[in-house]
């Protein structure tokens, strides 16, 4: 069940979340680069909307179940490096760590994500992550 829309932003830009990841869950414009998508897919995770994370993953890679805790609460976003992935690209990648508390137990994901263009607009393919407590 998605969660009250926050007044900032969730993916740590600075930006009210109306002038940042709000318009590309609404879906009213396609994020332009693939850091912008990463960064509106981690305010998707924290809300809780599922139906979001599935128009932002590539078919062919999305999974059947995607696991959405409500208990989790992230405490943070940080990208860590960008290649490519910007409005006149294909494919890009995005570095980031990603943090979040469960249960009292803090944990950070740091992921690779790969990114294409699918359909005019950005989609995730997948990316190789590990998890530390």
């Not at 002038?19 to 009213?28: A, G, I």
């Not at 590539?58 to 960008?82: E, F, M, N, R």
């Amino acid at each position: 069940m998605p969660k009250p829309l926050p007044e900032e932003c969730p993916c740590g830009s600075g930006r009210t979340f109306s002038e940042c990841c709000q318009p590309y869950l609404l879906k009213t414009r396609p994020a332009p680069t693939a850091e912008s998508l990463m960064r509106s897919r981690y305010s998707a995770f924290v809300l809780c909307d599922e139906d979001y994370l599935r128009y932002s993953w590539h078919p062919d890679y999305c999974p059947v179940t995607i696991h959405l805790d409500d208990d989790c609460h992230w405490l943070g976003l940080k990208v860590v490096a960008t290649e490519q992935g910007t409005e006149q690209d294909s494919q890009g990648r995005v570095h980031f760590i990603a943090r979040y508390k469960r249960n009292g137990k803090a944990t950070r994901i740091e992921e690779n994500s790969r990114f294409e263009r699918f359909q005019d607009r950005w989609v995730y393919l997948d990316g190789g992550s590990h998890k530390t407590s």
